[in-house]
Structure formats: structure tokens, C-alpha cells
């Protein structure tokens, strides 16, 4: 069974500090995508990753996939409340569903 | 709007009452996904759909949970005999079948059973 683990589970941080969200798993996958949730609403995706030690940018957001393919990060620098929310990561395989971690809550405060 | 369409959004029912959901997916996608989520958590696969076929069924899918997508377009969620664990949002999302494909998710039907 393919599990992704994510930590912290919870984050409470001031506007303006930087933050980094890890999604672990001792599986490999083909894929790695980050979603981000609010309240009532489903997930939106932000990035996905497919390459071993691939890096993306969006914006004031870094993404980074393991080498092994197992592993990812989510850093984000001078946070706004306007982060605040659910961020999920999410691993693909070739089977076409996807399987999520458990969620970090991140809360942003002015 | 041509987003995921998921009605209704919210569900008030007793405990043993039957429960049927709809998801109306982004029109040229061909796969459509049903996950549960709790609060807090991440959401949970429940099956998936590849035009009308029901390709993958999750082991934590009851007997009392079913689902069609009978033309391959909009598919129903069905519960019967609701219970109350199984109060959560379920969350529908649909996909074009690519590499590394993107899904889009409805805002979900919240269910809460009394």
C-alpha cells in the first residue's frame, strides 16, 4: 500500500516568515502534486513534479521533487495570509489514481 | 461555468436513510474520480471511473456504497443505509487519461448523517 506522510500536520506562523512543508513516502512514484484546499471547496492544484531532483518556482513558491522519486518539499518564503489553507501533496503512479497525504493546515497570521 | 459540478452541496439525513450524489465532470474528461475527506485530512480515494467503466473500487468501499456513470458522462454516488461514519465531504474530480493527468475537483457535497 502506497502511503504519503506529510508533516507538520499543523503550521501557525506570522505574515512575512518562510515555511517548508515535507511529503514523505517509502514508495516511488511517477508523480508528485501539490493542491492547495480552503474551507468548502475542493483542492486546486498548484504543480506537479515527474523528474528526480526537479525544482519548480511558482511565484513565492518552491517545489521540489526527491531524486529517489519518493520525497518532495514545499517551501514558501514571506508568507501572506492569503496562504493560509490546506496544502495537500499528492502521489501518481500508473494506475491513474492518486493517492494523498494527509494534509498540513497552514495557517498565516497578519 | 464549466468546472466539476457536484450537487447537491450539502446533505442532512438520518441514520439508515439512502443518500444518492451527483458529480457532472468537465465535458471532454474522460476519467472521473470519487474521494472522501474528513476534516482536516486529505481525501481518501474511494473509485474511479474511465468513461463508463468502473476501473478501481478502494477496499474501504462498503457493500452500501455504489456508483455508476452510466453514458460516460455524469456519474451518481450512492450510499444506502447511511451510518454515521459515514458523515464527510465527497469530493468528485475528473481528467483527460494523460501522463501525469491534472484533476480538477467539484467544491464537493458535504453529508452529515444524524
Known amino acids: 500500500t502506497q502511503l504519503l506522510e506529510q508533516s507538520p500536520q499543523f503550521l501557525s506562523i506570522q505574515e512575512g516568515e518562510n515555511l517548508t512543508v515535507y511529503c514523505n513516502s517509502s514508495s516511488v512514484f511517477s508523480s508528485l502534486q501539490w493542491y492547495r484546499q480552503e474551507p468548502g471547496e475542493g483542492p486546486v492544484l498548484l504543480v506537479t513534479v515527474v523528474t528526480g531532483g526537479e525544482v519548480k518556482k511558482l511565484k513565492r513558491l518552491t517545489f521540489q521533487f526527491g531524486d529517489a522519486r519518493k520525497d518532495s518539499s514545499l517551501h514558501i518564503t514571506a508568507a501572506q495570509t492569503g496562504d493560509t489553507g490546506l496544502y495537500l501533496c499528492a502521489g501518481g503512479g500508473n494506475t491513474g489514481k492518486l493517492i494523498f497525504g494527509q494534509g498540513t493546515t497552514l495557517q498565516v497570521k497578519p | 461555468d464549466t468546472g466539476v459540478s457536484q450537487d447537491p452541496r450539502h446533505k442532512i439525513t438520518k441514520r439508515g436513510q439512502n443518500v444518492t450524489f451527483r458529480c457532472d465532470p468537465i465535458s471532454e474528461h474522460n476519467r472521473l474520480y470519487w474521494y472522501r475527506q474528513t476534516l482536516g485530512q486529505g481525501p481518501e480515494f474511494l473509485t474511479y471511473?474511465?468513461?463508463?467503466?468502473?476501473?478501481?473500487k478502494s477496499r474501504l468501499l462498503s457493500d452500501r456504497f455504489s456508483a455508476e456513470r452510466p453514458k460516460g458522462s455524469f456519474s451518481t454516488l450512492e450510499i444506502q443505509r447511511t451510518e454515521q461514519g459515514d458523515s464527510a465531504m465527497y469530493l468528485c474530480?475528473?481528467?483527460?487519461?494523460?501522463?501525469?493527468?491534472?484533476?480538477?475537483f467539484g467544491s464537493g457535497t458535504q453529508l452529515s448523517v444524524l
Open positions: 474530480a475528473s481528467s483527460l487519461l494523460r501522463t501525469n493527468e491534472k484533476l480538477f
Open positions: 471511473f474511465q468513461n463508463e467503466a468502473q476501473l478501481e
